[in-house]
Nanobody, 128 residues
């Protein structure tokens, strides 16, 4: 059974912090790449951050670099991924999704189509 579940969203004022969590299991298959995406009302889903299986290789979209930190724990059978979000801005308001792949995304880690398994999303609201 595939399970991808996010938690940790909420409402904060600008400058505040939130920590998102994602718990993922994919029928015992090895989880290779994991990422966070987000979607604001009326906008397309966009890449936020990626972390590879080694838990050291990471990538971020430019607008969240130096504010967000992605991390990962790889115990079996569930893999945990986190997104520490500091100095939040109103433009960070969106539904945040955890995305999981059992295959290598390589240089296309920012492309949603590379991730087969998705969570239901968690709302993050930042007020000014």
């Amino acid at each position: 059974q595939v399970q991808v579940v996010e938690s940790g969203g909420g409402s904060v004022q600008a400058g505040g912090s939130l920590r998102l969590s994602c718990s993922a299991s994919t029928r015992g298959l090895r989880i290779i790449d994991m990422a966070w995406f987000r979607q604001a009302p009326g906008r397309e889903r966009e890449f936020v951050a990626h972390i590879a299986e080694d838990a050291r290789t990471t990538h971020y979209r430019d607008t969240v670099k130096d504010r967000f930190t992605i991390s990962r724990d790889n115990p079996m059978p569930k893999t945990m991924m986190y997104l520490q979000m500091d100095n939040l801005k109103p433009e960070d308001t969106a539904v945040y999704y955890c995305a999981v792949s059992n295959y290598y995304a390589n240089n296309m880690y920012y492309a949603a189509y590379n991730y087969r398994h998705w969570g239901q999303g968690t709302q993050v609201t930042v007020s000014s």
